[in-house]
C-alpha cells in the first residue's frame, strides 16, 4: 500500500508547526508532527483501520484520529491518499460546487 500526502495536508502540518513554534513550544509542534507521520504508517499494513468520516458517511474517506488532530484520507484500492490533519473539533465540509 502507497501513501500520498496531498498539498494541502503538508500545509496542515506545516501550520501545527507553526502554531506551536508561535506559542512559544516549537518541540511540541515537532513531536506531534513526527507522531503523526509514524501514525500515517499504520496505513501501510491496514489502511481500513481508520473509522468512515461521520461528516461524509462515505466508505473511503477515514480518519485516523491522533488526539487533537483529525488524519482525513482516501482508502483507495492500492493507495491511500492523506487529505488533510484538522484539530479533532473542527468539522468538515466539502466545498460547494459553483455553477
Known amino acids: 500500500?502507497?501513501?500520498?500526502?496531498?498539498?494541502?495536508?503538508?500545509?496542515?502540518?506545516?501550520?501545527?508547526?507553526?502554531?506551536?513554534?508561535?506559542?512559544?513550544?516549537?518541540?511540541?509542534?515537532n513531536q506531534f508532527v513526527t507522531a503523526i507521520?509514524?501514525?500515517?504508517?499504520t496505513?501501510?499494513?491496514n489502511p481500513n483501520i481508520g473509522r468512515v468520516v461521520p461528516e461524509f458517511?462515505?466508505?473511503?474517506?477515514?480518519?485516523?484520529?491522533?488526539?487533537?488532530f483529525r488524519i482525513v484520507y482516501l482508502r483507495e484500492q492500492e493507495s491511500v491518499h492523506v487529505i488533510r490533519v484538522w484539530r479533532s473539533e473542527r468539522?468538515?465540509?466539502l466545498p460547494?460546487?459553483?455553477?
Open 37 to 41: 507521520i509514524e501514525h500515517l504508517k
Open 43 to 45: 496505513l501501510i499494513d
Open 1 to 29: 500500500m502507497k501513501i500520498f500526502v496531498s498539498n494541502s495536508a503538508y500545509s496542515d502540518l506545516a501550520s501545527i508547526r507553526e502554531s506551536y513554534k508561535d506559542e512559544g513550544v516549537p518541540h511540541i509542534g
Open 57 to 68: 458517511g462515505e466508505e473511503r474517506i477515514r480518519e485516523l484520529i491522533h488526539s487533537p
Open 91 to 93: 468539522l468538515l465540509k
Open 96 to 99: 460547494k460546487n459553483e455553477t
